[in-house]
């Protein structure tokens, strides 16, 4: 007879813990977490025994006290007595300011750079292949610069529009370009503005739900509305009406020369423009090469089945390839975005009061809280990123391929 | 049965007619015109537009070029000798030329020595950028060069880094003694022996031998900072990247949990923030006493920022291979080092080539925000000493024209070689 055994359980050993796959991860990981451990232990100690050298401690209780200084471009109430959490503030208003509207302008760029880099046209061709290299290949910090310099080195100083025969006059007489920014007129909001603009959002609202059903309808039916002047109507017919009867409550407050500066108007900042416009050109450069990308990848029998199909160009580029070209367009346009926010922080080259100009620069040089700034303004961003993030997903889920 | 055809027709050629060329308007210049650029109305509108948009562009910009003054002392003199004309005052950067590349505290005799680092450097990179032409020998130069550019640009004794060069080869050779026992134990071996070199080269490194004039870093600036910064940091970030992105795939949970939260948390904030956690709070984290150099803290920083967006690159690589590759690796018996060294890595770089190169140019363009924190390199020298200075004062077009068409040459010749070399490593035949 056999006697049947299980084969010998083996005993633990030490060089098991590096040998034997079941324990080598543990092993691993535990001495990964040591590392770990040990590097902010460290670390820590050591921010103890500096603070304690300095004399300083951790405290946010500075963020309460009078900032003493001034911003000169603010959205919200601000003055230099006000405390250093409402400069920082201001400052996030700001940042946010600037990404919108180099988000919105830089897509726009972005997107006819990118169409018209696919054109028959050598010549158009070319000179977007131009654009596109020129800007990418250069820091954005020397176009900030740049602009900024053209901004205020370049262009008339106020004084020049005074007189009969002045060296530099204003554009349509409203608009004037001067070194300390540009002067466009104010709408002045009267009473019952609030309902003309409250009608004009839900005229915004009420074209996409139109464009949403006609289109539906297309998919359903195959019977087309006609999408651009009813769009067109929808947005503008009900608000210049509203407009109208509650009796012109939105006027307009032109710019005027009077003592040294323009008096009235609104004034955009030399610094706001500089970064804008450089955000916005140095970001559409990279938002065209994605676009160019997203239309090449939809394949070429798309657009020859559709022409099959008897549709016409247009039709093709709106219903056929610009649907299944975002797809692959959406997700790099919005880390450019990010990329935008993030670049915007650059505003403390050329004086233009962001978060990183004020929490990250005067507050922090003034109260001397190094730590607390720094990390409160990373803080910032990160809820940013994370929050476009969010964003992105809930969108990539939305578009995704369904596949079965 | 032809005769009876023949007979039904009046007339049959029975010869070719020799080809005749095609109408004037479809050849040549016309036609590639007519293609090109006036196919449709809409085309011709914006072809004439462009021409338009051209030629205001060189009307405003090539008198300026071709009319420019590069002899003389200062703006004034430049206005002198222009005399009301359109013309640019090139005369700054012939003047302030050694600033510009080179910073204004690094001393005036020593210029050869980064001259000669930055000609070496191409030495050294040939032969990892032209890998399939060059002998491999010439490898063993890449490995020498960043002691020997360390040796030149900062000075002081040759022992320091010659011993640290050691130190390396010493690694080196227990690290392959080891890799018969296991990838891990090698690397752990390779390191140890490193670490005791390095404790030794600092104790017996007082030796002068071969003396330069020791030069701190805080004398670097212009575009060589902006090289010194880009080169290092770029090759650092490469093998920390890769450790990260192995790191976020790995099965391992707390290995990686730690390297997800550092690449998304550096990767959320922008680079400025970490610039200033490298000028005023780093010092706050190293022990009481220490002088970290300014550079090597912003050398950490920038290091830590890249190898977080390489990371993310290589994961996509990672990420795109098939999973084949894995299980390949898997059933040929190799363990995790052998299987990630020979099977995934190689694969999985070469699809994050454009990536990396993308990394590798925005860094390097990004290197100019060390101007922010008062750092001197090409852009905080146009910023600071020269413009500022009586003499060039306004004189904005040139230097800052200088400064950007410096980047747009480097930039623009590194995504060409990448775009070269995804040809060259085109390994699928389609």
Known sequence: MTIMTDPQQESFRPSMLLNDTRYRSYTFQFIALMVLIGIIAYLGYNLVLNLRAAGLNISYEFLGEPAGYDINQTLVEYTSRSSHLTAAIVGILNTLLVAFLACATATIFGVIAGVLRLSNNWLIRKLMSGYVEAFRNVPVLIWIIIIFTIMTAVLPAPSAFRGDDPDASMILGSVAFTNRGVYVPMPVWGPGSMVVVVTFILSVIGVFAYRRYAKKLLYATGKLLPMGWPSLAILFVPSILVFFIMGQPITLDFPELGGFNFRGGLQIGAPLIALWFALSIYTGAFIAENVRAGILAVSKGQTEAAASLGLRPRRIMNLVILPQALRVIIPPLISQYLNITKNSSLAIAVGYADITATLGGITLNQTGRAIECVLLLMLFYLLISLGISAVMNIYNNAVRLKER | ?430
């Open chain 2, 1 to 430: 049965m032809s005769d009876t055809h023949a007979e039904s027709v009046a007339y049959v050629r029975d010869s070719m007619l020799p080809e005749s060329p095609p109408p004037a308007a479809e050849t040549g210049v016309t036609k590639w015109m007519k293609q090109n650029l006036f196919a449709t109305i809409p085309n011709s509108v914006l072809t004439v537009a462009a021409i338009v948009v051209i030629y205001f562009l060189l009307a405003a910009t090539l008198p300026w070029i071709l009319n420019g003054i590069w002899n003389a002392a200062s703006i004034r003199e430049c206005r002198e000798i222009l005399d009301g004309a359109t013309g640019g005052c090139f005369a700054v950067l012939s003047d302030r030329w050694n600033q510009l590349l080179f910073g204004f505290k690094y001393p005036s005799t020593e210029y050869w020595r980064p001259a000669l680092a930055f000609l070496l450097l191409f030495v050294a990179a040939a032969p990892v950028m032209f890998f399939k032409y060059l002998p491999r020998q010439m490898l063993l130069f890449t490995g020498v060069y960043p002691f020997l550019a360390f040796w030149l640009i900062w000075g002081g004794s040759i022992v320091p880094p010659l011993l640290l060069l050691l130190g390396f080869v010493a690694a080196y050779v227990a690290f392959k003694a080891l890799e018969k026992r296991g990838f891990g134990v090698a690397v752990l071996g390779g390191l140890g022996v490193l670490v005791v070199a390095i404790l030794l080269a600092g104790s017996i490194g007082k030796i002068e031998v071969l003396r330069l004039e020791q030069v701190p870093s805080r004398d670097m600036g212009g575009f060589m900072l902006n090289m010194i910064l880009g080169t290092v940091c770029v090759s650092l970030s490469i093998p920390i990247g890769i450790a990260l992105a192995l790191g976020r795939q790995s099965d391992m949970p707390i290995i990686k949990w730690i390297c997800v939260v550092f690449i998304e948390f550096i990767r959320g904030v922008p680079l400025i923030t970490l610039l200033f956690v490298a000028n005023v709070v780093l010092a706050y984290f190293l022990p009481p006493g220490t002088t970290f150099d300014l550079i090597i803290r912003v050398i950490i920083m920038i290091t830590a920022f890249a190898s977080a967006y390489i990371a993310e690159v290589i994961r996509g690589g990672l990420a795109a291979l098939p999973r084949g590759q894995y299980e390949a690796g898997d059933s040929l018996g190799l363990d995790y080092a052998q299987a990630m060294r020979l099977i995934i890595l190689p694969q999985a770089l070469k699809i994050s080539i454009p990536g990396i190169v993308n990394v590798a140019v925005g860094l390097f363009k990004d290197t100019t925000l060390v101007s922010v924190i008062s750092m001197f390199d090409l852009v905080g020298m146009i910023r600071g000493p020269i413009l500022a200075s009586t003499d060039w004062n306004g004189v904005y077009w040139e230097l800052f024209g200088f400064a950007a068409l410096l980047f747009f040459v480097v930039c623009y010749g590194v995504s060409q070689y990448s775009q070269w070399l995804e040809r060259e490593l085109n390994t699928d035949h389609r």
